[in-house]
């Protein structure tokens, strides 16, 4: 089975400041991994995705995220955050050939200005 | 861009009653899912529906619940007999491509509490 560990609940950082939330996943098969972001009263929206290929990958606001499968990590990264990035980020993962997705906690990010 | 709408908001139930969430897809798409999130907890998949049937359910998606394409563009989860812990946000989503999925188009959720 498939698993996400998002170890950081909550993660307060200043405006401009750069920011890594954290993902881990568990797998015995290969797997796709994702990063959704959720602003207020809004649905899940992607953010960016690993499928194959270069293991960094970028989002069209600014995000970037490496997957790294010696560590199994696919942490979510940004050099300088603006207001509008605070959020709740969802890291998820996907078996390959699968349909369903298995989330992470979430982690709450609050840019502080 | 099109999104997926769900109705209620907020649901408000007594512990024992029926529920039914709605959700309407995005029109063209083919692929439709329900996920869970108990407060504090992970999202969790409970359904995924696809040509007027249930095409993989997780272990949570238990007798007490079914999924239902009514018409052309609703998609709804029904809760029989509503727990406590049901208590949760239900996000719909729905997708136009199963092979690669890579694109789920969630709902904003609707916040379901049993008293």
């Known amino acids: 089975a498939q698993s996400v560990t998002q170890l950081d609940s909550q993660v307060p950082v200043f405006e401009e400041a750069p920011v890594e939330l954290r993902c881990n996943y568990s797998?015995?098969?290969?797997?796709?991994l994702f990063w959704y972001v959720q602003y207020p009263n809004q649905g899940l929206q992607l953010l960016l995705k690993?499928?194959?290929?270069?293991?960094l990958v970028e989002s069209i606001n600014g995000f970037e995220a490496e997957f790294n499968k010696s560590q199994t990590s696919f942490h979510l990264r940004k050099p300088s955050v603006h207001i509008s990035d605070t959020a709740e980020y969802f890291c998820?993962?996907?078996?390959?050939?699968?349909?369903?997705?298995?989330f992470g906690t979430g982690t709450r990010l609050t840019v502080i200005p | 861009e099109p999104e997926v709408t769900q109705t209620p908001s907020h649901q408000v139930t007594q512990m024992g009653q029926e529920v039914i969430l709605r959700c309407v897809p995005i029109?063209?798409?083919?692929?439709f899912y329900w996920y869970r999130q108990i407060l504090g907890q992970k999202v969790e998949f409970l359904v995924s529906?696809?040509?007027?049937?249930?095409?993989?359910k997780s272990e949570i998606f238990d007798d007490q619940f079914s999924v239902e394409r009514p018409d052309g563009s609703n998609f709804t989860l029904k809760i029989r007999s509503t727990k406590l812990e049901d208590s949760a946000m239900y996000f719909c989503?729905?997708?136009?491509?199963?092979?690669?999925?890579?694109?789920?188009?969630f709902g904003s959720g609707t916040q379901l509490s049993v008293l």
């Open positions: 797998s015995s098969v290969s797997v796709y």
């Open positions: 029109s063209n798409h083919l692929y």
């Open positions: 690993y499928l194959s290929g270069s293991t």
């Open positions: 998820a993962v996907r078996k390959t050939g699968a349909n369903n997705l298995f």
């Open positions: 529906f696809y040509n007027n049937e249930i095409s993989e």
């Open positions: 989503a729905s997708s136009d491509d199963r092979a690669t999925n890579e694109k789920l188009f």
